[in-house]
């Protein structure tokens, strides 16, 4: 225990905050590059443009919040592995923090304990990134708010053009500057659709990425404390193995003394019959007490093999669950 105390058992999320940092950098970067065309698309509709911005830069703080809450849980752990004071008390895993003091101190912990907790600690991660799904899918949703709020200008403005050409009369040149005038309004409202949607996809692409970091900081964390505890995991107890056993061998010595009784009457020439008989129902009970245990027994067997057969299903569904977040 003292050698697997000697470092942490998990690492820092730095990494994964580094990354997010160099691709906003990039974005940032990509954005000035593009300034020019930028800047009118924004300036096409700068209100519901300047929301969907405000929303983004809401989502890129909560996400780096949601590697920056990783740290004092890490804290946590390290400190109590390694046994030093000063850890302060987790958040996510509150409902760990006495487990894992106890496999600190050396105590091994059966899988069926930990397990569920370590369950309970992934559920609670995930909550946390639920509002970075929500918050991309509304960005795409104002985005398309946009795009039919420009193409209902667009429409309307096409049906006023076209009414005025038909009320109109006279010179050709007259109307076709007329047409012109008439539709700087629609192309407008086409550049108010457009823009929305650019602005839309590009703020939800940025929080995927940054979403996908996230996931995988959790990821790793909750891997190194399973890799961690099953390091240390403990023999799982099975209830009532033991005593069928004992009381199996005990019935077993039983009948064997009353086979030796009776065989020692039979061999006898001077034995009773009411001693044989006596020897002849000792012998059938310790028969029957023996066929008892032995049905007892395998029921327990029965019982145990399902127990671990619903594990191996809980534990299917977990590694099932955590393959389909790796793949999300």
């Given at each position: 225990m003292a050698?697997?105390?000697?470092?942490?058992?998990?690492?820092?999320?730095?990494?994964?905050?580094?990354?997010?940092?160099?691709?906003?950098?990039?974005?940032?970067?990509?954005?000035?590059?593009l300034?020019?065309?930028?800047?009118?698309?924004?300036?096409?509709?700068?209100?519901?443009?300047?929301?969907?911005?405000?929303?983004l830069f809401i989502a890129v703080l909560l996400a780096f919040g949601q590697v920056q809450r990783l740290f004092r849980e890490i804290r946590f752990v390290n400190r109590t592995v390694m046994q030093e004071t000063g850890a302060g008390e987790p958040r996510v895993l509150s409902a760990l923090a006495p487990t894992l003091r106890e496999a600190a101190a050396g105590q091994p912990i059966p899988p069926s304990?930990?397990?569920?907790?370590?369950?309970?600690?992934?559920?609670?991660?995930?909550?946390?990134?639920?509002?970075?799904?929500?918050?991309?899918?509304?960005?795409?949703?104002?985005?398309?708010?946009?795009?039919?709020?420009?193409?209902?200008?667009?429409?309307?403005?096409?049906?006023?053009?076209?009414?005025?050409?038909?009320?109109?009369?006279?010179?050709?040149?007259?109307?076709?500057?007329?047409?012109?005038?008439?539709?700087?309004?629609?192309?407008?409202?086409?550049?108010?659709?457009?823009?929305?949607?650019?602005?839309?996809?590009?703020?939800?692409?940025?929080?995927?990425?940054?979403?996908?970091?996230?996931?995988?900081?959790?990821?790793?964390?909750?891997?190194?404390?399973?890799?961690?505890?099953?390091?240390?995991a403990g023999p799982e107890p099975v209830q009532g193995a033991i005593q069928p056993a004992r009381t199996s061998e005990a019935s077993l010595r039983d009948l064997a003394e009353a086979v030796t009784r009776l065989s020692s009457l039979v061999g006898d020439s001077t034995g009773n019959s009411r001693a044989s008989t006596q020897a002849m129902a000792n012998l059938a009970e310790g028969i029957q007490g023996l066929v008892q245990h032995m049905r007892a027994?395998?029921?327990?067997?029965?019982?145990?093999v399902e127990a671990q057969a619903s594990r191996e299903r809980e534990l299917k569904q977990v590694l099932d669950r955590l393959s389909r977040e790796r793949v999300e």
């Open positions: 050698a697997s105390a000697a470092s942490p058992p998990l690492t820092s999320p730095r990494i994964y905050l580094v990354r997010m940092v160099v691709f906003l950098i990039l974005v940032g970067f990509l954005a000035f590059v300034y020019r065309q930028i800047v009118p698309a924004f300036l096409a509709n700068p209100g519901l443009n300047g929301l969907i911005l405000g929303v304990v930990f397990r569920p907790l370590l369950d309970s600690v992934v559920s609670r991660l995930d909550e946390g990134r639920d509002i970075l799904r929500y918050i991309a899918g509304i960005l795409i949703l104002l985005g398309l708010l946009g795009t039919f709020w420009g193409l209902i200008d667009t429409l309307s403005a096409v049906g006023n053009v076209i009414r005025s050409m038909r009320a109109g009369g006279g010179d050709a040149a007259v109307m076709f500057d007329e047409l012109k005038s008439g539709l700087a309004v629609p192309l407008s409202g086409i550049g108010l659709a457009f823009s929305a949607s650019l602005f839309g996809l590009a703020g939800s692409l940025t929080i995927g990425f940054l979403d996908l970091q996230a996931g995988q900081a959790h990821t790793r964390f909750s891997h190194e404390l399973e890799d961690w505890f099953v390091a240390r027994e395998q029921q327990m067997i029965r019982d145990w």
